[in-house]
Each structure stands twice: as C-alpha cells, then as structure tokens.
C-alpha cells in the first residue's frame, strides 16, 4: 500500500497581509521583554521561560555569520525543548510557527517528504531559509536516515541531500538556512543516538513545573474561563519580526543591512573568563564542549543585539554589542549548561546504579539522602520521565 504522506501546513509568510498592523513603541525599545511578558501573559509559567529563547532563535535565522578569523561561523540557533505531555510544548510550537520565518511545522514525516518539501522552497530561493517545527521528535527520529538529515540539517553547514536517503555519492548538497524548535519528552534522550544527534546541536531546555506553579496555572484557567483574552494578538510581533526580515533584505526604507559585528575586546575577555570555568567540570565529566559553547554563546549575543536593532548602534553595516547583550548570553548558556549537565548526569546514574522501575528509583533517592546529597528537581523529573518510559516499552 502507498503511504501516505502527512500534510504540511501552509507557510505563514505566504498569506498576503490586508491589513495594517500596529507595532507598539515599547515593542521596539524593549523588544525582548515585550514579547517574553506577550506570552507569559498568555501561558503562565510558561511563556516568559520559552521565549527567553524563541525571540532570539527568530532572528538568528536572518542575522549575519559570524567572523572568526578567516572563518564565519553559523549564526542559526536551534532549540530542543523537554517536558511531559500536557505541559504546552505543541502550544508553543503554534505560537512560535505564527511569527516565525517561513515555518514548515509537522508532527511526523519522512525523510524524502522533508526533503521535497524544502527543495519546493529551493526554486524561490538559492538558499531557502526555514524554521522548521517538530512537537514530537520521538516520531520522525525513529528512522535513522531522518537523524542523519536532521544533523546535517543543524550542523554547521547546513545541508540536505539524498544521498543520505538512496546513497548516491554524486547527489548534490544543497545548502539551507533553518533554524528548529524541537520538541519532546526527556526520555527520549536515553536514546543515544537521539542523544548524541540533538544535545550539542541545540539549546537544551527542560520544561516542568512545580506544586505552586501548578496552582498558579489552575488559577489562570479558572479565572479566564469563559472569557475572551484580549492581549492574544501575535500579529504585532509578526510584524516587527517581518520588519527585521526587511532590513536585512535590503527592503526597508531607512535602514540598511547588518552584516557584521561590533564586538569590543572587553566583552570578548568576559565571555572567555565566563566560559571556562563553566564548561571545565562538564567536560570532564560529560565531554561537553568548550569550543561549541562559546560559539554558542556569541551567537546569542548578536541574536540580542539583532533582536535589539532599532535601538543599537550601527556603523558601516557593524551592530554594536552591547554588554546587556553579553550579559543575557552568559544566562541563558548557564542554564542550557545545567540543563545538559541534568540529562547527562540523570542516564549516568541510570545506567550505573540498574536503575529499571520506580521502586529503584525510590530506593536509589533515599540512598542518596541518606549520603546527604541533593538531587536536583530536574535530575529527578528526567530519571522518573526515563524510567516510566523504560517500563511501558517492556509492558
């Protein structure tokens, strides 16, 4: 029988704006904070976390490569995000696929789908640029061809080709700009070639809520029931986002292209004297990556400043960095981090102490209580996510 291939939806870029939209003054003086307080209004608890991150991965799709040396390396920020079912993961992914840049958002595909799908946009642009959406990883990587274009995808290239699906060494690559919002529930990184696909080739962000936030949530949907929300409008935020993708288009009519960074040899010792340290303990123990972290790093201080265009210096084509930029860089990289360190740490202690259902695990938490360590709220809910996955695949 012929399979049938899901529908891809239709992008938002393409639909022809009639009306006049309004961008709000405090959008353009403090865009990240307007949009961060935008969705956590909409999804509390929720949406000021995620769009900590979002925000900046929309316009790295657009902003310049970064110089290093005689190299550039790639300015495109992706992000993997890790909670379980129910806590608004597919949500956010419709949220973001509203003002993103040429969304192509799907649940499950296959790798010669994917692959017309984005040589379709090919024939409109040399290098299409895309932001690709997937609300369950799981599904689409249970096909090893499909991690491999993925990675290619991702990696510093950036690349698709279907060689990778029928081994034809003479089959071109074609490059492509995309950025990704993955998502997924943790257990999926006890995978290792998920694992080892996704976790260095995105910002890793694990979503879980405690008892109060819980609460809070229910107090929103209660006192909201029935009622319109007035503050949903999204169309403001497209319209700022497109309005960066005319700068750097060369379709705006005041300002021109960014094309390179302004970044002072102050900020650049802060992030090194920041980053070293961060990393050392991680690499040891993990093989977490110096060099990647601190690429990492620097494309979210030029995402910000991008983010910020209308109220940074630009000179001969350079925005400045300014050091909020740094600043806000060296936070979220902090707890990407930690949140890598937690997945990595939670499989470890998994695998060494056999840990295989829920009373092992319970036996292993008064174990380490009693040695007077402290488990970490997001080691504990990324073993008890593995664990209960462990158990329903042997059910």
């Known amino acids: 029988m012929e399979e049938i291939e899901p529908e891809i939806e239709k992008e938002e870029n393409e639909e022809e704006e009639t009306e006049e939209v309004i961008i709000p003054p405090e959008l353009y003086s403090s865009p990240y904070s307007y949009i961060r307080n935008h969705y956590e209004e909409m999804y509390p608890c929720l949406g000021n976390k995620l769009w900590s991150l979002l925000s900046l991965v929309i316009v790295s799709l657009v902003m310049p490569k970064i110089p290093r040396g005689e190299k550039l390396i790639k300015n495109k920020i992706n992000v993997c995000i890790l909670g379980q079912p129910g806590i608004g993961k597919t949500s956010m992914g419709e949220e973001f696929e509203k ?63 279907k060689a990778n699906m029928h081994n034809k060494k003479d089959d071109p690559r074609k490059k492509v700009d995309l950025v990704a919002y993955l998502s997924g529930t943790p257990d ?30 229910l107090d929103y949907i209660s006192d909201n029931m029935g009622q319109n929300y007035k503050n ?34 102050e900020i650049k010792q802060d992030i090194k004297k920041f980053i070293k340290p961060l990393v050392a303990n991680a690499f040891d123990k993990y093989s977490i990556p110096f060099a990647r972290t601190l690429e990492e790093t620097f494309r979210l201080m030029c995402a910000s400043a991008m983010l910020n265009i209308f109220n940074r210096k630009v000179t001969d084509g350079k925005i400045k960095i300014e050091k909020e930029d740094a600043d806000l860089a060296k936070k979220i990289i902090q707890r990407d981090i930690v949140h890598k360190v937690r997945i990595l740490q939670s499989i470890s202690q998994i695998d060494y102490w056999g840990i295989n259902n829920m009373a092992d695990l319970k036996e292993w938490n008064e174990a380490m209580n009693r040695k007077g360590k402290n488990i970490s709220e997001e080691t504990g809910f990324v073993m008890k996510s593995i664990i209960e996955n462990k158990n329903k695949l042997k059910a």
Not at 112 to 118: D, K, T, V
Not at 191 to 203: A, C, E, K, P, V
Not at 234 to 258: C, L, M, R, T
């Open 99 to 161: 003002v993103a840049y040429n969304p192509l958002s799907t649940e499950r595909i296959t790798p010669a789908r994917l692959y017309f799908e984005i040589m379709k946009r090919a024939k409109e642009e040399d290098i299409p640029k895309l932001s690709l959406i997937v609300s369950d990883v799981a599904v689409i990587f249970q096909d090893e061809i499909m991690i491999k274009m993925i990675e290619n995808l991702l990696g510093e290239e950036g690349v698709i080709s």
């Open 232 to 265: 949903g409008d999204s169309k403001p935020i497209k319209a700022f986002f497109n309005e960066i993708w005319d700068i750097q288009s060369g379709n705006h009519p005041k300002i021109k292209p960014v094309v390179s960074y302004d970044i002072s040899e």
């Open 188 to 217: 999926l990184m006890y995978n290792q070639r998920i694992r080892h696909g996704l976790i260095f080739r995105t910002l890793t962000l694990i979503l879980m809520h405690t008892k109060k936030q819980h609460e809070k949530i």
